[in-house]
């Protein structure tokens, strides 16, 4: 039914302001603002050409899992690169993360090594090395 629909996913934050200002200088995203007044919103486009829309919603609650991924060559450069731009790495209980907050596997199906981290609304995003 849906299956040659253009479909997009979107999600909520606090303060647009603030994310235009995170997704579009600290990740170097193209966010662009439309929309006004009460009807401001973001639009994000990611490195495939996917589209992301992004609201502001005044009772937020941030996702409690990762809204996006992004796959990275290398994930040390990249966590020190997010570090560098004043990110801080997210840290779980029962996760076997590293100094940098890096999570590597043993091997075998899925990624290779994964950290996550959050926009300014909460919200938990991943950057992913695939191998």
């Not at 039914?1 to 606090?14: E, I, L, N, W, Y």
């Not at 495939?48 to 290398?74: M, Q, R, W």
């Not at 076997?96 to 091997?107: A, E, H, N, Y």
């Not at 609304?121 to 991943?126: D, I, M, Y």
């Amino acid at each position: 039914m849906f299956g040659q629909s253009q479909a997009f996913s979107g999600f909520s934050v606090d303060d647009l302001d603030q994310a235009r200002r995170f997704y579009g200088e600290t990740l170097g995203l193209q966010a662009e603002e439309v929309g006004q007044g009460d009807m401001r919103m973001l639009t994000l486009t990611l490195g495939s050409g996917a589209k992301v829309f992004v609201y502001p919603k005044e009772n937020h609650t941030p996702a409690t899992f990762t809204i996006l991924n992004f796959p990275v060559d290398d994930i040390d450069d990249a966590v020190t690169k997010l570090q560098d731009r004043g990110v801080t790495l997210e840290r779980y209980s029962g996760f076997d993360q590293d100094d940098k907050g890096v999570l590597r596997s043993g091997g075998g199906d899925g990624p290779k090594a994964i950290a996550w981290f959050t926009d300014p609304a909460g919200n938990v995003l991943s950057v992913i090395q695939e191998n």
